[in-house]
């Protein structure tokens, strides 16, 4: 039988104890979750991410007399772009605006600020290669075998073995 566990900060995963000490700066930037940020690259796109990031989110004030179910403005997103590309950032602000709010799922953003210096710089992410499965490449090089053009044989190859080897995963 096992001892009892011991109550105490040790016992509890490490995410219990990010989210409540990100909170508050989080918060501070205008951000209601890390969403944006920990996404960027899927939102903005990955040449875009390159050369801006967002910084913060202003909220405007409510009205005093306004009601509570009143609908609130827009926010503005402030990005950190780097000098060369603000001028391309601007001109795809509406793009970026439609982006944000599709992942976020609500009219969040209304405008965008720029602000010129350069971003952090990211870690790049390590895709991990599929598995190969030569016998379904072997397989798909038999269907596509009757194509003369190298190039695409061999793409179409490396393309059907993926789709045969991911059909055989989900018998």
């Known amino acids: 039988m096992r001892p009892p566990r011991k109550k105490g900060p040790w016992s509890q995963p490490l995410a ?35 050369v801006c990031e967002p910084i913060k989110i202003q909220w405007p004030g409510r009205a005093p007399k306004a009601s509570p179910d009143a609908a609130r403005e827009p926010a503005v997103l402030v990005l950190r772009v780097e000098g060369a590309f603000a001028l391309e950032a601007q001109h795809l602000a509406p793009v970026i605006i439609e982006r944000v709010n599709g992942h976020l799922g609500w009219k969040c953003i209304g405008r965008i600020a720029l602000r010129q210096g350069p971003p952090e710089p990211r870690k790049p992410r390590r895709v991990q290669p599929p598995m190969r499965d030569l016998a379904a490449e072997q397989a798909a090089a038999a269907l596509v075998g009757s194509i003369e053009d190298a190039g695409l044989r061999a793409a179409l190859t490396r393309l059907g073995g993926r789709v045969l080897a991911g059909s055989r995963e989900k018998v």
């Open 16 to 50: 219990d104890f990010v989210v409540p000490a990100m909170s508050p700066v989080l918060a501070k930037n205008g951000f209601g979750e890390a969403d944006i940020l920990l996404n960027w690259e899927e939102i903005a796109g990955e040449r875009l991410a390159a």
